[in-house]
């Protein structure tokens, strides 16, 4: 939602829009009420959650929610690829961490086998996300079997 939200407010200043007060918040609280859907219900005195968006300062950092998941889709390839015993990964990625700021950080990640230009990435970390919410519902019904968590 916080990505589609920033995806929102840096096309509407591409197309020379304003990101006038209205504008922020009539998108932020669309997307809540799309995100939350019914399961939400609102009233007039939640209609405030629509200035949210202003709480949150990675909305004025040039697409700051991406970053993150640009970084973790990075570092769910390089610790795959590592768990596998890689060494060679390894190797580079301990580069990667000696590097700091002597070059780009796209550059460091591209030398330890990070393309980001691939689609093989994104599909890698969506896998990730995916075993792991199988895993959390797998252990959520084995507790909610047991009586432990009625309801769930």
Known sequence: MLAEFERKIHDMVEKGGALTSEYLNDTYYRLIKQYYGAAFSFDDQDKLIEVH???????????????????????????????????DT?????????????????????ETGVDLTSDELVISALTA??????????????RAGAGDCAGV
Request: proline residues 4%; glycine residues 6%.
């Open 53 to 87: 968006w202003g709480r949150i300062p990675h909305f004025y950092r040039d697409y700051y929610v991406y970053k993150y998941a640009v970084g973790t889709a990075s570092a769910l390839d390089i610790c795959s690829r590592v768990l596998a015993e890689d060494q």
């Open 90 to 110: 390894a190797r580079k990625y301990l580069v990667l961490l000696q590097g700091g700021s002597s070059k780009p950080p796209l550059d460091l990640l591209r």
């Open 129 to 142: 996300v995916e075993r792991s919410v199988k895993e959390l519902r797998n252990l959520l019904s084995v």
